[in-house]
């Protein structure tokens, strides 16, 4: 599959400058373009590093590449593909949100993470919470296949108020991250134009309340 006119464009920008961010931007597009040669230089990049950050993105990202060269789907994930990505969710590296957003997805295993105090994120006063299969919100209609979903949220009082949607793809890259308002019904209309044929993660997040999450069905 080659990429189109914009993504040819970013690719090739991303390639002129090829530092760590360009090479994590690139390998996702590489993958969605089959090119799994170029995919592969990046993984063995990090594979060659010696500090955790690394060796995390190159231990998830050779399995995610394995299961594109040989089509295997990550709900077919085999069990030692299963317990290195749960190992990753709880390392506490930046690969480890995509770890978490893997299990949840294909497992709904519920991943809890304290975030340390001398992070940036220090401002949070609690621990950082995924929780499965609690969901306090609707979503419809589910499964979807064009204009906008609404997402109804069962917490009274959030009237006028705003929430932060997150939404990952079955390989946990995180495709979402944009804040909502919710009207006088307590709803969020949800665009999903954008998204194609698959199975999604939806994350609700609103300040105070633990993170809920609902998979979201499109079909195009």
Not at 5 to 31: N, W
Not at 75 to 93: E, Q, R
Request: charge should be negative.
């Amino acid at each position: 599959m080659e990429a189109d006119g914009k993504d040819s464009l970013a690719i090739s920008y991303l390639e002129s400058r090829y530092d760590d961010a360009a090479k994590q931007m690139l390998f996702p597009m590489y993958i969605n373009d089959a090119d799994y040669v170029k995919a592969n230089s990046i993984v063995n990049y990090y594979c060659s590093m010696a500090d955790d950050e690394s060796q995390a993105y190159c231990k998830l990202n050779s399995i995610i590449l394995d299961w594109y060269e040989n089509g295997i789907s990550p709900f077919n994930m085999s069990v030692t593909d299963s317990i290195a990505i749960n190992d990753l969710a709880y390392s506490g590296t930046k690969s480890s949100s995509q770890a978490k957003a893997l299990m949840l997805l294909v497992y709904d295993k519920s991943i809890h993470t304290k975030i340390p105090n001398d992070t940036g994120a220090r401002k949070i006063e609690h621990p950082y919470t995924q929780i499965a299969g609690t969901s306090q919100f609707v979503m419809y209609p589910n499964p979807a296949s064009q204009g906008s979903v609404i997402i109804n949220t069962m917490i009274e009082g959030l009237q006028d108020s705003y929430a932060t949607i997150r939404i990952y793809d079955v390989l946990g890259n995180l495709l979402n991250d944009n804040k909502y308002a919710i009207d006088k019904n307590n709803s969020i209309s949800l665009p999903i134009n954008n998204l194609s044929s698959g199975v999604y993660q939806v994350e609700l997040v609103i300040d105070k309340y633990p993170i809920q999450s609902q998979k979201l069905v499109i079909q195009k």
